[in-house]
């Protein structure tokens, strides 16, 4: 976290982000991309004609696989924007143990 702090910030965050892009481009290694919208209140935004009922993602789609979003729900919980390539979202759709816990379609008039 040190050198995060400081002149060196920006320097230190772009040669993590050159490491990443090295060990990308090996065919061994599967990276999977994820970004949190959790907490920034997307749902209290109002720009004129009322709070949303439901947000959702641009991007968020198959020209963009190997990604999930969090995002908060409207009411509770959080959601899990995914995007996988064919063969990985069918096995992800059909995990028992995800389906124990998730709903894969949310409700969104409830």
Known sequence: MKK???SN???TVFEAAK??????GRDYI?????????GFGVYEADFG???????????????????????DARDRGIEAWV???EEEMCSFQRN???????????CVHC
Request: hydrophobic share 50%.
């Open 96 to 106: 028992e143990e995800l389906l124990a816990f998730a709903s894969m379609d949310p």
């Open 49 to 71: 004609w009322g709070k949303p009922i439901w947000v959702s993602l641009a991007g968020a789609s198959s020209e963009a696989p190997d990604i999930f979003v969090l995002l």
């Open 4 to 6: 995060l702090q400081g």
């Open 19 to 24: 490491e990443v892009g090295n060990l990308s």
């Open 9 to 11: 910030a920006i320097s």
């Open 30 to 38: 599967k990276f999977y991309n994820s970004l949190s919208w959790c």
């Open 83 to 85: 995007s996988l390539n």
